[in-house]
């Protein structure tokens, strides 16, 4: 029997590092996919079984052909970890047209587009796990975050109706809502409390991954124990 496979869109030194090495511990086989694989690559070296592929999450073209591969090279995949982000920190009126709608086709719209790819095949397992890291703006508009902060509503909007249509076959959605600042693993800040630690971030998306149907999670906020919120 292979090993799962976990694809992660979205890969940088915090989080989607992180996502990466805690699912490679846990026995799965890695899918590294971001708009570059100048990191993803290194990354890729570090761990047991891994790839990195190119994929703009904001071109569906681009998602479904690095889907595509994937499937040929790993297989189906078991868990699909989306942490594709963009953000545009401006006010209403200073925010272009071309700035929101790259927020929202980042955020929401390469969120769609993944997921659709591999729910025919979740669908036929009657299991899998999908996992959107959110954000607290998702929840509240603030003055600069006109473009982010629709963008993320859309994509947490988005996860809930995925969650309640795919949960009864067998498919568990969940949503991270990130509050707080992100710091490398293991640094002073995120040991301190002031700072998310990526590693802990990636600990918990392991666990919503095993919890039994009785219980499934679909929304937790992280943030760190000094968080203002």
């Not at 993803?40 to 591969?69: I, K, N």
């Not at 955020?107 to 796990?129: E, F, R």
Request: charged share 20%; with cysteine.
């Amino acid at each position: 029997m292979t090993n799962p496979v976990c694809v992660i869109v979205g890969i940088g030194p915090k989080n989607g590092a992180a996502f990466a090495r805690c699912f490679d511990r846990a026995g799965y086989r890695i899918a590294l996919l971001s708009r570059t694989r100048s990191f993803s690559e290194g990354l890729a070296e570090e761990l047991s079984e891994a790839r990195a592929y190119t994929c703009d999450a904001a071109e569906p073209a681009s998602v479904e052909s690095a889907f595509a591969q994937v499937r040929s090279d790993l297989g189906v995949v078991d868990v699909l970890i989306y942490n594709a982000g963009n953000g545009s920190w401006k006010d209403v009126e200073e925010i272009t047209p071309e700035e929101f709608e790259q927020g929202w086709r980042v955020n929401s719209l390469g969120a769609l587009v993944s997921s659709q790819l591999i729910i025919p095949d979740m669908k036929a397992q009657a299991a899998g796990n999908i996992i959107f890291v959110g954000a607290t703006a998702s929840l509240r508009g603030r003055p600069n975050t006109a473009g982010f902060a629709s963008a993320k509503a859309a994509q947490r909007s988005l996860a809930q109706s995925m969650a309640k249509h795919l949960g009864p076959q067998g498919i568990h959605v969940s949503l991270l809502i990130i509050d707080g600042g992100i710091d490398l693993p293991g640094a002073t800040n995120a040991e301190q409390g002031k700072r998310l630690d990526p590693d802990d971030i990636a600990t918990l998306a392991y666990y919503l991954t095993t919890q039994p149907r009785s219980a499934w999670t679909f929304e937790v906020d992280v943030r760190p124990n000094q968080e203002n919120w």
